[in-house]
């Protein structure tokens, strides 16, 4: 074994000695989600794109009324001809961070966290009964190296452009795992990261690979769920990457190399912790199939965390020059066909992980690679369809699913920072697929039992699917899409729901909404009447009073009658134990307020962050939601660190959620 050297100590003393604590005044708790901004003073980003598309025409005659019959337990659904997927968490759905922009999303060091993070993490958190999945990674991972004595003031990142190339290679400091280990300590994410599939950098001197895999390991423990090793390996020879002719059998051969290589040098306290394939791009010859065809699962398999694979299901990439015009493709995310499509090609794939004791993870993927498109990747069309394809995944026996964050270029970002000379002024800017992560995480559940079940087939209509969530063999809620745009009402649908005959478990159900005027709409977009602005005003909470909405169910036939707007997706809890469940999750958790002051992110007073880890202390009142938080008597503490001193100016609040 070779030496890893690595001043694990001087890092730790260096970050803990010098923390210095004051009590500052809490400026006004209650943000305004209309914060001002100008335009002029930055061009060009995405997020000032106001490209708003057509949405297509509702569908003529309208349908207005759809009945379904949900069986009442796991084996009438059998008999009818209908599976469940596997057992479900509830951060089913998490986030893939490009490692490039990592900096701009978590923070430039640990102890300069970005707040605005911390609460689209907490939000998912709060009703998943968990922390949220975080991958770090991307393309950007393959030209990474980790720096073993950091850099200058606790940077995490340190970009190296050669001139002309466009991705630039990333020199990472051990400060990026601190920075991770800290945010799990407040919203106890789990984290994947990304290593570099390259050889010669195994086999030089000082064996960078498996240093990371050691690093990474010792400084996450139980919250790094495992480290990639090759991504989008289907696209090597099309980016230079390796020499034409470098085929699947090239890439199985050179996995294990490097996997040994790693064993070899690193010393592992988990030997079950790599990912891949990671093939992305319905290659022919290089597909998930054709991988699994040479052996990799068997010869890979004790080592493998998960198995792995990346989709997005167009490009806005212009490959020789031509690119899709947003307007001619919208229809793609605009009904059901895509999702169940989509998933067809792993079928096969995901049985043989399961077989052999893996999950299944989709994870990269967005509305479209190369950016996504304006007007559509961030539109409320976005929002349905990613939820009902993280349904889909669910259903076909994926475990999770992550959502790509790329930098400010890109249109489907779930959450994008202000632009770096920004950062003091504005706030975040929250994207249309963030409110699917809220509206899954619920559908899920805290419960880790929740098994899905696409019941669509009942009815037939591409623009109306329906998922039915089973936990323990019987139904507990349900969730029912309108894909189509009718401002008018005419297009919105009464669903009848009954249990194929038997009793209704309660005299009422209760529905929350994931809703918006327009499938167009890029910011009015509500989970259950809550919501989280328009560009670069976002703190990451939501605003406004949380909406539940109770509806009574006629005893008699047995049926209860939900509207599904258009456009809408209707999360119905069918059992009273369903909506105290998430109801229950919510009050666990704490999100961060910020108060802006100058920067735009915040320190976190390390003696407080018990109370984000669920169990609040007893000091701490107010409320997560924003528009519950009226009167909050919160809790605020400033921590300086005098390393950091001249950087930090605000505040952190402490509150907890009270229910509307
Ligand atoms: C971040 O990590 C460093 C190093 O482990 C630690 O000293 C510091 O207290 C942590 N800060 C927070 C806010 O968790
Ligand atoms: C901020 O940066 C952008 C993009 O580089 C530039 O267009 C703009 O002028 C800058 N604004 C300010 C206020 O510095
Ligand atoms: C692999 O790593 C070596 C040594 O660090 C570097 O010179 C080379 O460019 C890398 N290759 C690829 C394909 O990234
Ligand atoms: C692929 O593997 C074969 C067999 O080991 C080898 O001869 C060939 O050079 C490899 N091709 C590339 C492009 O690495
Ligand atoms: C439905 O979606 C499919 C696949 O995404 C697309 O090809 C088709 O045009 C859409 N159909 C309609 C009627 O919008
Ligand atoms: C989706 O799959 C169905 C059934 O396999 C097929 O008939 C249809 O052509 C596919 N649609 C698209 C848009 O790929
Ligand atoms: C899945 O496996 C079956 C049987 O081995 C095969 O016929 C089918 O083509 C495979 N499907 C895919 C998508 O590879
Ligand atoms: C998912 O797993 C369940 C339970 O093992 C199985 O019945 C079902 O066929 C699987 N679905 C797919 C698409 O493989
Ligand atoms: C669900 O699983 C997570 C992680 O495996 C665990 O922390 C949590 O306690 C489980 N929740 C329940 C309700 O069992
Ligand atoms: C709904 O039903 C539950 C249980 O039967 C009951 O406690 C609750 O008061 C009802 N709510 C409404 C609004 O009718
Ligand atoms: C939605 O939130 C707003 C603002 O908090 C509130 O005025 C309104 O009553 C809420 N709507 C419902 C139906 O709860």
Redesign the pocket.
């Known amino acids: 074994m070779r030496n890893l050297a690595f001043p694990t100590t001087l890092y730790l003393s260096l970050l803990g000695s010098s923390a210095v604590s004051a009590a500052v005044s809490v400026y006004n708790a209650e943000a305004t989600v209309t914060g001002a901004y100008d335009p002029t003073?930055?061009?060009?980003?995405p997020n000032f794109d106001n490209t708003v598309l057509t949405a297509p025409a509702p569908p003529s005659p309208a349908v207005t009324q759809l009945s379904w019959s949900v069986p009442n337990t796991e084996d009438a659904l059998v008999s009818q001809g209908y599976e469940l997927g596997v057992k479900q968490r509830g951060n089913f759905l998490g986030f893939s961070i490009e490692l490039s922009v990592a900096d701009q999303i978590m923070g430039k060091n640990p102890v300069n966290l970005k707040v605005p993070f911390l609460n689209y993490l907490a939000n998912i958190r709060s009703r998943a009964g968990m922390g949220p999945l975080v991958r770090v990674g991307g393309n950007s991972q393959e030209a990474s190296t980790l720096y073993p004595q950091g850099f200058d003031g606790h940077a995490i990142i340190e970009k190296v452009r050669a001139d002309g190339t466009v991705t630039p290679t990333i020199n990472y400091s051990p400060d990026i795992f601190y920075m991770m280990a800290n945010v799990s300590n407040m919203v106890d994410a789990h984290w994947f990261f990304g290593l570099s599939f390259n050889q010669s950098a195994v086999e030089t001197q000082s064996p960078n690979v498996p240093l990371v895999a050691q690093t990474a390991q010792q400084m996450l423990g139980y919250h790094l769920l495992g480290l990639q090793l090759s991504n989008e390996p289907d696209l090597y020879v099309d980016h230079n990457k390796r020499a034409a002719g470098w085929t699947v059998e090239n890439f199985t051969a050179e996995y294990s190399e490097i996997r040994n290589e790693i064993l070899q040098d690193a010393s592992l306290s988990n030997k079950q912790f790599l990912i891949g394939p990671s093939v992305c791009c319905d290659k022919v010859g290089f597909e998930l199939d054709d991988v699994l065809a040479t052996g990799w699962l068997d010869q890979e398999k004790d080592n493998l965390a998960y198995v792995a694979v990346q989709h997005y299901p167009e490009d806005n990439c212009g490959v020789n020059g031509n690119y899709l015009n947003a307007q001619d493709i919208y229809p793609e995310w605009l009904n059901h066909t895509s999702v169940t499509n989509l998933t067809v090609p792993y079928f096969n794939g995901t049985r043989a992980a399961l077989a052999a004791g893996k999950e299944m993870i989709m994870f990269e993927t967005n509305t479209a690679s190369c950016g996504g498109f304006a007007g559509l990747s961030d539109s409320f069309a976005a929002s349905l369809w990613m939820a009902d394809y993280a349904l889909q995944m669910a259903y076909r026996n994926f475990t999770a699913a992550l959502i790509h964050v790329g930098g400010q270029s890109v249109y489907y970002n779930p959450f994008t920072p202000p632009?770096?000379?920004?950062t003091s002024v504005w706030k975040w800017t929250t994207g249309s697929v963030y409110y699917s992560t809220l509206a899954i995480a619920e559908t899920l559940g805290p419960s880790n039992a929740s098994q899905v079940v696409d019941l669509s087939p009942q009815n037939n209509n591409i623009y109306a699917p329906m998922y039915a969530i089973y936990e323990n063999g019987a139904p507990a809620r349900l969730a029912l899409f309108n894909y189509v745009s009718d401002a008018s009402g005419g297009s919105d649908y009464v669903a009848t729901i009954s249990l194929g005959g038997a009793d209704l478990p309660s005299g009422n159900v209760s529905v929350r909404y994931l809703r918006a005027p327009s499938v167009t709409e890029k910011y009015n977009i509500n989970w259950a009447n809550q919501t989280l602005g328009a560009s670069y005003t976002s703190d990451g909470r939501l605003y406004r009073e949380q909406e539940t909405v109770s509806i009574q169910c006629d005893m008699t036939a047995k049926t209860c009658s939900i509207p599904v707007y258009a456009p809408s997706m209707a999360l119905v809890f069918l059992t009273t134990g369903a909506i105290q469940e998430a109801v229950g999750a919510e009050q666990a958790t704490a999100t961060f307020a910020t108060t802006v002051v100058n920067v735009g992110s915040a320190t976190v007073d390390p003696g407080a962050l018990a109370t984000g880890n669920g169990q609040m202390g007893s000091s701490a009142t107010g409320a997560t939601s924003e528009g519950s938080a009226k009167t909050s008597e919160a809790t605020a503490m400033l921590t300086i660190s005098s390393m950091m001193a001249v950087l930090l100016m605000a505040t952190t609040i402490f509150a907890h959620q009270t229910l509307n």
């Open positions: 003073q930055v061009t060009g980003l632009p770096s000379n920004m």
